[in-house]
């Protein structure tokens, strides 16, 4: 996928995307010159995202609906074939942190619910963009997983564990769909999101200071890799993870205690798990 393409009219599908980094995503394809089908499970949250879209400027659709359900799926992916002609972008954001909590009290029937979104949901929709343009004219797909698929943390199990099984599934899908098609995921760090406000809330400029960069990540952070990614500045990038977190990783040899602030938190917090699908 091509900035070259993107002027000549390109098209994004970008779930997740009423607010955060899903909302920041589709701004930045759209100032890139991508045309946008946004989907998210709030039809007035969705309704709001497209108008704000349009106002500044994109050529913008709206599919409401959540990505666990196969047919909204594939009514997003068949929206922006028969609306704009062409699927060129994938950007599988749409994420749940449920069920949140010690993994030996979990829930089985959530857990897999879990897996449905976090993991099942980007292999659908990669699966459906192929068979509807990919496959015979390219593109580029993303995957959001997280800073925390590499390690573990309290409470957080089986957020953890599926975001990991996304990240393998970007690996495999970049060998399986190459040359076509480039599969790139972004890892973010504390983001300022609604999904993750039980982690910064009352407590960000604690977890500020602790970073090397000095600050939580913004959405927009997120959306600027994204962007690269699709963009041909990367078109000799795929099966990669491209790790936005400011820092967090590193933190120990700034002597920071990054990573004990954001568990205290994880531990503190009585039922943090939300969604952003």
């Known amino acids: 996928m091509t900035s070259a393409q993107a002027r000549e009219g390109a098209v994004a599908l970008v779930t997740g995307a009423s607010r955060g980094i899903g909302l920041a995503a589709a701004r930045a394809l759209a100032e890139s010159g991508h045309r946008l089908v946004v989907t998210a499970r709030d039809p007035d949250a969705l309704e709001a995202a ?5 106002a500044d400027g994109a050529e913008a659709v709206g599919c409401a609906g959540g990505v666990a359900d196969s ?6 992916v068949a929206l922006a074939v028969r609306e704009f002609g062409r699927l060129d972008v ?12 010690a993994l030996m009290d979990v829930d089985l029937t959530r857990w897999r619910a879990a897996f449905t979104v976090n993991v099942e949901a980007a292999l659908r929709l990669t699966q459906l963009a192929w068979r509807a343009w990919m496959s015979e004219h390219g593109g580029a797909v993303v995957n959001i997983c997280t800073e925390g698929a590499s390690h573990v943390g309290p409470n957080v199990g089986a957020y953890g564990t599926s975001k990991a099984a996304l990240l393998h599934l ?16 972004v890892s973010p760090g504390l983001i300022r999101t609604e ?4 982690v910064w809330d009352g407590a960000e400029d604690q977890l ?18 994204v962007a690269w990614l699709v963009s ?26 990054f990573s004990y602030a954001v568990h205290e938190r994880l531990r503190a917090a009585a039922g943090g798990a939300t969604d952003k699908a």
């Open 170 to 185: 970007t690996a495999q899908l970049a060998g399986e769909l190459a040359p076509l098609v480039r599969v790139n995921s």
């Open 195 to 198: 999904m993750a406000r039980f």
């Open 208 to 225: 500020a200071a602790s970073l090397p960069l000095g600050r939580i990540g913004e959405p927009e952070d997120v959306a600027r890799a």
């Open 90 to 101: 994938l950007v599988n954001n749409a994420a749940t942190n449920a069920p949140y909590g």
């Open 50 to 54: 497209v108008a704000g879209l349009r």
């Open 232 to 257: 041909d500045a990367a078109e000799w990038v795929t099966g990669a993870d491209v790790l936005v977190d400011g820092g967090t990783r590193v933190r120990a040899a700034a002597g920071a205690t």
């Open 71 to 76: 047919g909204r799926a594939e009514a997003c």
